[in-house]
């Protein structure tokens, strides 16, 4: 298994309910799953603890074979290869549309990079706001740019939360099949949570239920 979530409980500092109690989840490399709940179940925290922005209280987090987080270590965010799309998308605000998709591939050489962030414009359709900064978006249209600026540099593993909730319908059938393509074309194993049903049909292999505590 490319990820393997075992007995992970877990409670918010300050808190004394548990959010998640001996979760277990599997999933292969290369697998799209949708992740499905009612609000307040715990699903942005499931991400939150596989991207490593949160501990679990117990249990253990494997990612391509590497132990990431149990009882004896821990791997932070940085160190993991993941590529997240937050649900309030965290945009760097004094940043260029241009510069927040290439922040995470400052390391290759700059025509690759360019390249490789106008592809990305494309998809999702918006050349021309290159120049913009977050706040000159729209709330969907900052939704897109961290969709891009997200699978950008490659990730192993891509965590979005609600990554189309604020996209038109036909834009977001557009980008759901072609981050499809992307995502199978490169084995990118990618996780996401949705409430949407056609978001589920078009894009995931499966669907884990996470049920509240
Ligand atoms: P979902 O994404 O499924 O709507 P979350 O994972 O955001 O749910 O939240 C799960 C539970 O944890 C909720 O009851 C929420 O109120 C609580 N929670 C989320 N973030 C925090 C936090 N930083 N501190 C304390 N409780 C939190
Ligand atoms: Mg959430």
Known sequence: MFLDLKNVSFKYKGTDKYVLKDLNISVEKGEIVSIVGLSGSGKSTVLRLIAGLEVPASGSITINNRVVADKNSFVPPEKRKIGMVFQDYALFPHFTVHSNIAFGISNIPKKDRDERVNRLLSLINMNEYKDRYPYQLS?????????????APNPYLLLMDEPFSNIDFEL?????????????????????????KSDIEDMSDRTITITAE
């Open 139 to 151: 709330g969907g249209q900052q939704q897109r740019v961290a969709v891009a600026r997200a699978l």
């Open 172 to 196: 977001k059938q557009k980008m759901r099949m072609e981050i499809r393509c992307i995502l199978n074309a490169e084995a990118v194993t990618c996780i996401f949570v949705t409430h949407d």
